[in-house]
Nanobody, 124 residues
Framework: VQLQASGGGLVQAGGSLRLSCAASGHTFSNYFMGWFRQAPGKEREFVSAISGSSSITYYANSVKGRFTISRDNVENTVYLQMNSLKPEDTAVYYC??????????????????WGKGTQVTVSS
């Protein structure tokens, strides 16, 4: 499956952005989807994930209550709505996919496919 993330940009603290990740190549609903981010000098970290049917979602504690993951299996797209953004949310955001998920959803090693990242910069 090919993944293309978009929607990043520069926003002031407290603002919002919505990231999109468009998928192509396989039956999208079979894939468990995740969002990760990587700030300069730091390891890539888990942000959020969603099951194929949208019945299960996961969030990092740092974004819980501010970010919302969703997906549209007709449009083959997964979204990350980011509200109340903070400067510490600044990072390159990546979407990832795997079918099926084996092991921890929080671990980058358990995802087979990755898109190119989209930069999110939050100014103070």
């Amino acid at each position: 499956v090919q993944l293309q993330a978009s929607g990043g940009g520069l926003v002031q603290a407290g603002g919002s952005l919505r990231l999109s990740c468009a998928a192509s190549g396989h039956t999208f609903s079979n894939y468990f989807m995740g969002w990760f981010r990587q700030a300069p000098g730091k390891e890539r970290e888990f942000v959020s994930a969603i099951s194929g049917s949208s019945s299960i979602t996961y969030y990092a504690n740092s974004v819980k209550g501010r970010f919302t993951i969703s997906r549209d299996n007709v449009e083959n797209t997964v979204y990350l709505q980011m509200n109340s953004l903070k400067p510490e949310d600044t990072a390159v955001y990546y979407c990832a996919a795997v079918a099926p998920i084996r092991g921890s959803v929080y671990n980058t090693e358990n995802y087979n496919y990755w898109g190119k990242g989209t930069q999110v910069t939050v100014s103070s």
